[in-house]
């Protein structure tokens, strides 16, 4: 069946929990389609920006790729326009307020964010340093840990498959972070925006338009007889291609996944 909640679901009737209700709101459509893809158009001219954006199309497409989750993390200084960028890769999808984690978040708040986002992206803003290296881990499994209810019994433990998007002023990987950490981890450090008055409007932007995009890009591929092949052809293309040029490299893989979906979009 050619089915994705929240979008092209037909007559599914969701049965949340009432702290997953502001998530679930968060998944509608608001402003105009129109005026979103003119400013985020404009500002695809940074490769930084670019890539992340795409990132977040691309997340759907791991499950049915068979790819392991992986953290895209861009730091840099608070001027950088990190967040705006978050919200303008979120936006893809639905409200990006609703849609966005902190890292004062608890390890069991993440988890329900991850589950319930499932195939679409989690970003997360701002780092706390000395909790981002469990999370990494922890998100990376794609699975909930094995936890007891108090009756005694066992909580239903939860799953996703997706891409975390997250920002800092610091990077992830450090000379003493835990072996493994690179491998789930693709570090960008720079600005998403030209300018300062840039990155500001997106804030505004993507605050009134949002919700548009990603359902289309879904109802698009899903609805093409060889989407599937049309994406593995895609990401062997660029898996080839980054192999002639860089030899040996961790992230080929993902920024093959994220440029495959660059395309599509």
């Not at 966005?100 to 499932?118: I, Q």
Request: proline content about 3%.
């Amino acid at each position: 069946s050619r089915k994705f909640l929240p979008y092209l679901a037909g007559d599914i009737v969701v049965d949340l929990d009432p702290n997953s209700s502001r998530w679930v709101n968060a998944y509608h459509k608001s402003g105009e389609y129109e005026d979103w893809t003119k400013h985020i158009g404009k500002c695809r001219d940074n490769y930084i920006f670019r890539f992340i954006l795409s990132a977040s199309f691309a997340a759907p497409l791991l499950k049915v790729m068979n790819h392991r989750i992986f953290m895209l993390h861009n730091w840099g200084n608070t001027r950088f326009g990190k967040t705006a960028a978050l919200k303008a890769a979120l936006s893809v999808w639905g409200e990006p307020e609703g849609l966005m984690g902190n890292f004062n978040a608890t390890r069991v708040g993440l988890e329900k964010m991850a589950s319930f986002f499932n195939d679409l992206p989690l970003g997360v803003d701002e780092n706390r340093q000395d909790f981002i290296e469990s999370l990494v881990y922890m998100l990376s499994l794609g699975k909930s840990k094995v936890r007891g209810t108090k009756s005694g019994g066992l909580q239903k433990s939860s799953s996703w498959r997706s891409i975390i998007l997250t920002t800092g002023e610091e990077p992830i990987i450090a000379s003493n972070s835990q072996s493994g950490i690179n491998t789930r981890v693709i570090e960008i450090y720079g600005a998403p925006f030209e300018n300062e008055n840039t990155a500001g409007k997106m804030h505004k932007v993507t605050a009134e338009n949002y919700g548009f995009a990603g359902e289309k890009f879904l109802s698009t591929l899903i609805n093409k007889d060889r989407f599937l092949s049309d994406v593995r052809e895609l990401y062997d293309i660029f898996c080839r291609e980054y192999e002639s040029q860089i030899k040996t490299g961790t992230h080929i893989a993902n920024a093959a996944l994220i440029s495959a979906a660059d395309v599509l979009v």
